[in-house]
């Protein structure tokens, strides 16, 4: 199985890239093979690593599942998906690991599957190739948070992952110092919260921001109302100030969507549940603040793609080089469409970004050398990521 994308633009210049089982086996000019993508016109990126999406499978399949999520990231130019285990039932034992793979084989793109940690330090010890634990320092979606045995948690595996807001971020780094592991500080939201991360960061500390704090503020949670309600919550102008001076001064590592999907009954009930979806814009709201100059390009590509793969031993990914996995975007940075609520393929069917212009538009996606989205989805499988 060979492919070859011809003329896209690769760091400024114009490159053909053949792929040969999945792999990328050459970049260079005049390539050729039977199957051509024509790339004229379009930037060739490595495909996102996205290290923060919950899909709802086992237990709340209605909101989104394996393949309904998976097409969303396709879309979006998101070419692996780390899984959160905030499912029903939880994915606290090897057990429900095991039963979570078989649901997961459905996806369109490469996976890593997350383990919760809780009072089940012996079952993270049995776990296989997870792509890192997740405890829940604060009360979200699953009510899986935890407050007593930490250091052991903590201790338990070499990538953990924390929901941990205000003080609980200050502690988490704290916590993770008397170890040698890692901690991901997922979904960071406030001035407060980057200015610690900034002084206290180390090789073990890593920080994460999620889209809806880069482009929307409380300002907008009364005409969004439940739809603009997450955990941790919009915030101020000063506070999103802080996460783009944040990704300017390399205290933040990574953009992960942190997609939430819930129906829109729920969202427009008394008590709509906290999460937004983020897989099919992600890339396109970043692509566009490329293009106004927000962000520079390269500086994207270390968020979504690069540094994501270092932190979590991802090997062969993350990069447009030789050898590595073909799993690539194209971009047409000169197309400008809205986000639409009916253009969604997330079964929640809805973005908090409806109506909004963007200019940047992920156009083709492929995922382990095949072409899984041009416009339309084809049927493809994705990989369980195996980390290093
Ligand atoms: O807004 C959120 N939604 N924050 C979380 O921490 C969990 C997530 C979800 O699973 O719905
Ligand atoms: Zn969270
Ligand atoms: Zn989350």
Sequence with gaps: MSLVIKNGTLSGEKKDILIVDGKIKEIGSQLVSDNEIDASGLLIL???????????????????????????????????????????????????????????????????????????????????????????????????????NLDALFSSFKRIAVHAEGKHVDESILRIKKTKNRLYLCHISTRDEIDFIRENKNKQIFCEVSPHHLFLTSEDEETLKGYGMMKPSLKTKEDQDSLWKGIADRTVDTIGTDHAPHAKKEKESNSPPWGVPGLETMMPLLLDAVNKGRLPLQRLVELVAENPCKIFDIPNKGKIKEGYDADIMLVDMGLEKKVKNSDMMTKCGWSPFDGKLLKGWPVMTIVNGHLVYDGTIHDMKGKEIEFR
Aim: aromatic fraction near 6%; charge should be negative; hydrophobic fraction near 35%.
């Design 46 to 148: 490595p495909g996102a690593v996205d290290c923060h999406v919950h899909l709802r499978e086992p237990g709340h399949d209605y909101k989104e599942d394996f393949l309904s999520g998976s097409k969303a990231a396709a879309k979006g130019g998101v070419t692996s998906f780390l899984v959160m285990p905030n499912t029903d039932p939880p994915i606290d034992t090897v057990e429900h690991l095991s039963q979570e793979r078989k649901l997961a084989a459905k996806s369109v793109v490469n996976y890593g599957l997350y383990m919760v940690g809780m009072d089940n330090v012996p079952e993270i010890q049995k776990a296989k190739n997870i792509a890192g634990v997740k405890i829940y320092l604060d009360v979200t979606t699953g009510n899986l948070n935890v407050e007593e």
